[in-house]
């Protein structure tokens, strides 16, 4: 299987996913690469900013996508 089919795939039937999570379950680091592909192949991806704290309290940005309906 495909990295660009593992992320259908997870999209698909898990659901949101940000890159931190991507690199977890695919060992990947090429999320926003992956999901370019699936975007020119006519699939609809949405793409949110959410916000969150690390570990010392600090806030970042990041972006979370998933398919279906946007979030």
Same mark, same amino acid.
Request: zero cysteines; a positive charge; proline letters at 3%.
């Given at each position: #299987? ?56 600090? #806030? ?12």
């Amino acid at each position: #299987m495909t990295e660009k089919e593992m992320l259908l795939d997870y999209l698909q039937n898990v659901g949101p996913l940000t890159s931190a999570q991507w690199f977890y379950e695919a060992g990947s680091l090429k999320l926003t690469t992956r999901v370019s592909e699936l975007r020119s192949e006519g699939y609809t991806i949405f793409q949110r900013r959410i916000k969150k704290p690390n570990r010392w309290g600090q #806030m970042r940005r990041f972006n979370e996508y998933s398919m279906g309906r946007a979030i």
